[in-house]
């Protein structure tokens, strides 16, 4: 199989993607490098959603 027809053979499955665009997050992550508490709470927040960051008053 040449591979131009493994690329339109392939098969697709249904995905969702999210893309975050908080204010101040590259700031927030720049403080994260001397903050390891921070650190976990920035993973935590993309893992589990917004809830995290409000409850931390981060936003």
Same mark, same amino acid.
């Given at each position: ?10 098969? $697709?499955?249904? @995905?969702?993607?999210?893309?975050? =665009? ?10 994260? =490098?001397? =903050?390891?508490?921070? @650190? @976990? ?13 409000? @409850?931390?008053?981060? $936003?």
């Amino acid at each position: 199989m040449s591979e131009q027809e493994s690329i339109t053979t392939a098969p $697709y499955e249904n @995905r969702f993607v999210a893309f975050i =665009d908080i204010l101040g997050f590259g700031q927030l992550v720049e403080q994260a =490098d001397n =903050d390891p508490e921070l @650190r @976990r709470t920035i993973a935590a927040a993309l893992l589990k959603g917004p809830s995290v960051l409000s @409850r931390r008053n981060l $936003y």
